[in-house]
């Protein structure tokens, strides 16, 4: 986020927000949060504009807690792959390592004769 400031409409309230990235990354955010919004109000019995908006606020709190947990699967998935890489390239210049000493000690033994 940045120190600019920019007008946008959420909830019917028109807001200076600082921006997200910039000016089309911070009214699409906007955008999302006004649907989200509705989507939070079609499932109300009764109209309460601050109880929709802690809704909204809490749904996309549990989004992002997904989205957190999901990233942090995923590290430690990769992390797991690389560490299998590693090994699976140690053992394959272990085994170039030992062709090469092979190879070197035949040549010297060729070399003596």
């Given at each position: 986020m940045s120190d600019e400031l920019i007008e946008v409409t959420v909830g019917r309230v028109p807001l200076k927000v600082p921006a997200v990235i910039d000016v089309a990354t911070t009214l699409r955010v906007a955008e999302e949060v006004n649907a989200r919004?509705?989507?939070?109000?079609?499932?109300?019995?009764?109209i309460d504009t601050y109880a929709f908006s802690l809704l909204t606020a809490m749904s996309f709190a549990a989004e992002l807690e997904k989205?957190?947990?999901t990233l942090a699967a995923?590290?430690?998935?990769?992390?797991r792959e690389r560490e299998q890489?590693?090994?699976?390239l140690l053992a394959v210049l272990t085994t170039i390592r030992e062709g090469?000493?092979?190879i070197?000690?035949?040549a010297q033994e060729t070399?003596?004769?």
């Open positions: 919004l509705k989507e939070v109000e079609g499932r109300g019995g009764r989205t957190r947990r995923e590290r430690k998935e990769n992390a890489e590693t090994r699976d090469l000493r092979a070197l000690e035949k070399i003596a004769e």
